[in-house]
């Protein structure tokens, strides 16, 4: 079958670090996939094997969600905006999908609502029509209105056959962070957590010991290096390494570098190896976003979440909540981060064995490709 999935990440990059994951498992299971990818190009996302249609990017002001840029800084106007409409309507009437799968949208991206609409309206077009289904993670950013959780619920109801929740209810059910009615509960798959196959040990050892610090692949995290190079520069018998995000983080690396003097810390782009690190890392110190959490639950590693709250996000602060009862796990609040505080709660860390991987179901990919592939074959009958 013939799979599109369209997925826009405007801050991090765990959305397209998700959508990529399910493409792989439609791969896996003999299918073709392409991803119609809107944000920022990530260069460490492994993609091989998917067809990736890459949008004019775009990406928000920091945690300005209502305010498109440009790679180039401009903020995105109608014409800008307009191409990325056509281009998405045209991947849909050239792939003729038989499977369509929209990423967060229409529970977020509602700034790109004329977009996506276009999408699902040229979907809808199709004869035969694909399957519809939204692809939504374990919490969503909760609704600041009643209005906008009706309009979402609409338009579910309108286009969509059914939406993939990436969790398991027994533990997080959607209601926890999005109102849920009975129509919208009727549309709901949950498919466990969307994650890769563990990644197993580093063959070169590579963090062995280390205090690892990341914000996942976009550019943010700023606060959270600066507070861990002060850190590093506070204990004496710590290993520190400090891994940044961005389309270009080599700016900001080279100010954390000379920062960090003499300490024994160091600071380097993003890695592809990042998830294998984490076999060997004697601590984890991150921001709560779903991919990463996931990661450290596969590796049992200790970790200290700082969950991303700017611009009153709550998503994951409620995830760091819902986990800081699993061995190993603390969290600590961005306002009250300091570079004392990061080492004391470091240091305690450390002292931690290792965990065995969480038990919880991480076949959501491979659940998802099932749910979707069967609603795909029933509409063919």
């Known amino acids: 079958m013939q799979v599109l999935i369209a997925v ?11 959508a990529l994951t399910l493409a792989r498992a439609f791969v896996a299971a003999g299918h073709s996939v392409t991803v119609v990818s809107g944000g920022m190009p990530v260069a460490q996302f492994d993609s091989a094997g998917i067809d990736l249609w890459q949008l004019p990017a775009l990406r928000s002001d920091g945690v300005n ?38 990423e967060l949208f229409p529970f977020g991206r509602r700034v790109l609502r004329g977009e996506f609409l276009g999408l699902l309206n040229a979907a809808r077009g199709l004869a035969p029509r694909p399957v519809i289904l939204a692809s939504i993670r374990d919490i969503l950013a909760p609704p600041s209105k009643p209005e906008k959780a009706q309009s979402s619920e609409q338009t579910i109801l309108d286009f969509y056959d059914g ?6 209810p027994a533990s997080t059910p959607l209601e926890q962070s999005w109102p849920v009615t009975d129509a919208l ?6 498919t466990g957590y969307v994650a890769p196959t563990p990644s197993g040990p580093h063959a070169d050892h590579a963090g062995e010991g280390e205090v690892l610090v990341s914000a996942g692949g ?19 018998d710590l290993k520190w390494r400090i891994l940044v995000g ?31 690190m ?10 709560c976003g779903y991919n990463t959490a996931l990661d450290l639950m596969q590796a049992g590693t200790p970790a200290l979440f700082i969950p991303f709250d700017e611009g009153g996000e709550v998503e994951q602060t409620l995830r760091a909540q819902s986990l800081s009862h ?56």
């Open 218 to 236: 976009g550019s943010v995290g700023q606060n959270l290096f600066q507070s861990a190079v002060a850190a590093a520069r506070l204990s004496g």
């Open 278 to 287: 984490l076999y060997h890392a004697a601590v984890s110190v991150s921001m």
């Open 8 to 18: 826009t990440h405007l801050l991090g990059a765990g959305h397209l670090s998700r």
């Open 326 to 381: 699993l061995a190993g796990f603390r969290m600590c609040r961005a306002a009250d981060l300091t570079p004392q505080r990061l080492l004391a709660e470091v240091t305690e860390l450390v002292k931690t064995r290792r965990g065995k991987p969480a038990e919880i179901q991480f076949d959501g990919a491979a659940q998802a490709v099932r749910i979707a592939v069967e609603m795909a074959r029933a509409r063919a009958c």
């Open 163 to 168: 939406v993939l929740v990436h969790s398991d």
């Open 65 to 102: 969600f209502t305010r498109l840029l440009t790679p180039q800084g401009a903020v995105a106007d109608v014409d800008y905006l307009a191409t990325r409409q056509r281009e998405m309507r045209r991947a849909v009437i050239e792939l003729r999908p038989d499977i369509v799968i929209s």
């Open 246 to 276: 961005g389309a270009d983080p080599v700016d900001q690396i080279k100010r954390l570098q000379k920062q960090a003097g003499d300490a024994d810390v160091t600071v380097e782009a993003a890695r592809p190896d990042f998830r294998k």
């Open 185 to 190: 509960n009727a549309m709901l798959h949950y």
